[in-house]
C-alpha cells in the first residue's frame, strides 16, 4: 500500500509539473524535455555497462542532447533542416572513440552507444514535431504533445490498475511476470473513452485523430513496456534509477513514449500533415 501511495502521489507531481510547463511556453517546455532526454540518456548508459559491455557512456549522452536540441531549433523554424548535418560527423565519432579505447567486445560496445541514441533521444526528439507544427507556421502549439501525453498516462494507469485488480492471465510471462491480459485491455478501453471525451477539446485533432492515437498508445505503448523490461531482465536490473518515488527511474516512466512517438509522427506526417 504505501508503494501504491508513493506511485500515485509522484504520479500526481509529474503530471503538474509537466502539464504546467507546456502551459508555460516554449522554453519551460524545452527545459523539462531536455531534462527528461538528459535523465534518461544518463540512466540508461548508467545500467547498461557489464562483463561484455561498456558504451562510451559521456559520448552517447553528449549525442542524444545534440540531438534534441538540434531537433528543437530545426523543428521551431530557427534552422533549417541542413543543421542535421551536424549528426553525420558525431556518429563517425563513435567509431573513432570506440577505435582508441583499446576495449573488449568494441562490436557491442559501438552498438549499445547508439542504441541509447536511438532508442531514447530520436524518440523524444520527435516531440519537438508535435509543439512546433510546420502547419501552423512554426508557431508554439501544445495541443498535439498535450493530447498525446494524456492518453499515454491514461493507458498506463488503467492497465496498471486493472492488472492489480482483476489481472489473472499473464501478457508475456518470458519478459514480465506482472503484466496480463485484463490490464492489457481495460487499459486499452479506457484509452478509447477518455480518447472519445477529449475529442472536442483540442482544436488542432478530431474524433479520427485521437481515435488513432488511442490505438497506436494502446497497441505499441505496451510493447514499449515489454521492450524495456526486456532490457532490464537482460542486464539484471530492477529499476533504471531512484529519482520517482514508487515508479523507478526517469527510463521507466517514459518507456511507452520511446516506442509510440515515432508512429504518431508518421501519422501526423500523413494525414494531417504537421
Known amino acids: 500500500m504505501n508503494n501504491l501511495i508513493k ?26 524535455s531536455f531534462t527528461i532526454n538528459l535523465s534518461a540518456l544518463y540512466e540508461f548508459f548508467k545500467i547498461v555497462p557489464g562483463k561484455n559491455i561498456d558504451p562510451v557512456k559521456y559520448l552517447g549522452i553528449t549525442f542524444g542532447s545534440v540531438l534534441f536540441i538540434l531537433s528543437f531549433v530545426i523543428s521551431s523554424g530557427i534552422f533549417n533542416n541542413q543543421l542535421y548535418l551536424v ?73 496498471y490498475f486493472t492488472g492489480i485488480t482483476i489481472g489473472k492471465h499473464l501478457l508475456f510471462k518470458r519478459i514480465s511476470p506482472k503484466k496480463t491480459w485484463e490490464g492489457f485491455i481495460g487499459g486499452s478501453l479506457i484509452t478509447f473513452a477518455v480518447a472519445w471525451a477529449i475529442s472536442g477539446v483540442f482544436n488542432t485533432l478530431n474524433l479520427t485523430d485521437v481515435m488513432v492515437f488511442a490505438g497506436i498508445v494502446s497497441l ?17 536490473v530492477k529499476d533504471t534509477g531512484a529519482l520517482l518515488p514508487g515508479h523507478g527511474g526517469i527510463l521507466d516512466r517514459i518507456d511507452s513514449i520511446l516506442l509510440t512517438s515515432p508512429f504518431i ?6 494525414f494531417k500533415k504537421i
Open 220 to 236: 505499441i505503448g505496451v510493447a514499449g513496456d515489454l521492450t524495456e523490461s526486456m532490457f532490464k531482465r537482460s542486464i539484471s
Open 87 to 159: 549528426l553525420i560527423p558525431l556518429v563517425v565519432s563513435v567509431f573513432i572513440f570506440e577505435l582508441f579505447r583499446n576495449k573488449a567486445n568494441p562490436v557491442i560496445n559501438t552498438a549499445v552507444t547508439l542504441l541509447g541514441i536511438i532508442y531514447i533521444s530520436l524518440p523524444l526528439s520527435i516531440l519537438n514535431y508535435f509543439v512546433f507544427p510546420a502547419g501552423n507556421a512554426y508557431e508554439y502549439a501544445y495541443g498535439i504533445l498535450l493530447a498525446y501525453l494524456i492518453l499515454i498516462w491514461t493507458n498506463d494507469t488503467a492497465a
Open 265 to 270: 509522427f508518421i501519422y501526423l506526417e500523413l
Open 7 to 32: 506511485r500515485l502521489i509522484t504520479a500526481a507531481v509529474c503530471l503538474i509539473l509537466i502539464i504546467g510547463c507546456l502551459l508555460s511556453g516554449k522554453y519551460t517546455y524545452f527545459l523539462i
